[in-house]
């Protein structure tokens, strides 16, 4: 079990590099939000405030490097480098699942960000670990990597892809509302690239969870990811098949912002520019998140190919906001945005 964890960690590096894991028919349907242009925004760019408040900490530009990877030594060099990354710019980081360090704690060095110390810092572990163990389990993790708080993911396509993945979910969201009764604003309950609908997220915020990545489809695909490493016939036309499963970023967004106001929201999945951030803060908001573009970046070019990922996307984000007319995010999302189909159509559906 403990060589398939890390030959596992170590096979997704790999196929993530693949154009496939991006499904074509998956959209996270930013393309479908258009910023209203301002023609005289009297503003200078250096007025333009991108900070942000999220889970308590405060942020230089909303967004976030989302927990992909750790647990083998190539894994642990790449969270070492996007950890100083986002210590530089100012942004949160989270680390990959750390299911692995309850059989292999030797292996914490391959999450732990060393002398990086990024604004905010999320342990991960997941909704059926968190069931079988307990509040304490998600305590120890957080303690280990010496991190602000935690993201709970929820990953049941994935899983069911995997050979041997967990077919039972049962009592997620009760184990979820005890750690939320004692980290409030330290957890984080993140998707894995299926998207978090109003409904699950009334259920969360109802179990006293605060903060949600709605992490949608349209951007890595980790049931297309699986399928991909699949050995039997069986799991590979499951992957095939649910491969573009999933509720659109933008309109999880969107919907989820409309059905629960008081919860602040990481929107990841499909996330590629500042643009797509500015858009997706536009919709509701508070941070938007990517892995992805900064992995592969990373992989090609080293920690300065990833770093021009990240400043470009701010620059993206801070260029969205002056041309809008916006001086900071209150007014970004303020700003009402033009909405085309299909995302009208999804946002009006899961309202109902």
Request: net charge negative; aromatic share 4%; hydrophobic share 45%.
């Amino acid at each position: 079990m403990h060589d398939d964890l890390e030959q596992r960690k170590s096979q997704h590096l790999d196929l993530v590099q693949r154009a496939e894991v991006e499904p074509d028919g998956s959209d996270p349907l930013f393309s479908c939000v258009r910023l209203i242009h301002r023609a005289l925004p009297e503003l200078a760019l250096s007025d333009v405030d991108l900070s942000v408040e999220l889970c308590g900490k405060t942020l230089r530009a909303p967004l976030m490097i989302v927990g992909m990877t750790g647990g083998t030594e190539r894994a642990g060099q790449i969270n070492r480098d996007l950890a100083a990354i986002a210590q530089e710019e100012g942004v949160a980081f989270g680390v990959g699942s750390m299911r692995i360090l309850f059989d292999q704690p030797d292996l914490l060095s391959t999450f732990a960000p060393r002398s990086a110390r990024p604004p905010l810092l999320f342990a991960n572990l997941g909704a059926q670990q968190l069931a079988q163990r307990g509040s304490s389990a998600a305590l120890q993790l957080i303690e280990l990597l010496g991190a602000d708080g935690i993201c709970i993911h929820l990953n049941p396509a994935q899983e069911l892809v995997q050979a041997d993945g967990d077919r039972d979910f049962r009592g997620c969201l009760d184990a979820i509302g005890k750690l939320a009764a004692e980290l409030g604003p330290r957890l984080v309950v993140k998707e894995t690239g299926c998207g978090i609908g109003p409904a699950v997220a009334l259920e969360l915020q109802a179990r006293g969870v605060r903060c949600i990545d709605v992490s949608g489809r349209g951007g890595t695909s980790w049931t297309r990811v699986e399928q991909l490493r699949a050995k039997t016939d069986e799991a590979r036309d499951l992957g095939t098949l649910f491969s573009d499963w999933g509720i659109p970023t933008a309109a999880c967004v969107l919907a989820v912002r409309a059905a629960a106001p008081g919860l602040q929201i990481i929107a990841s999945g499909g996330v590629r520019s500042g643009l797509d951030a500015a858009r997706a803060i536009a919709l509701g908001a508070d941070v938007a998140g990517f892995a992805l573009p900064l992995v592969r970046a990373h992989q090609e070019g080293g920690v300065e190919a990833a770093q021009r990922v990240l400043r470009s996307a701010v620059a993206a984000l801070r260029a969205a906001c002056l041309l809008s007319g916006a001086r900071n995010l209150l007014a970004l999302r303020a700003s009402a945005p033009v909405l085309l189909e299909p995302l009208r159509s999804w946002a009006e559906q899961l309202a109902r």
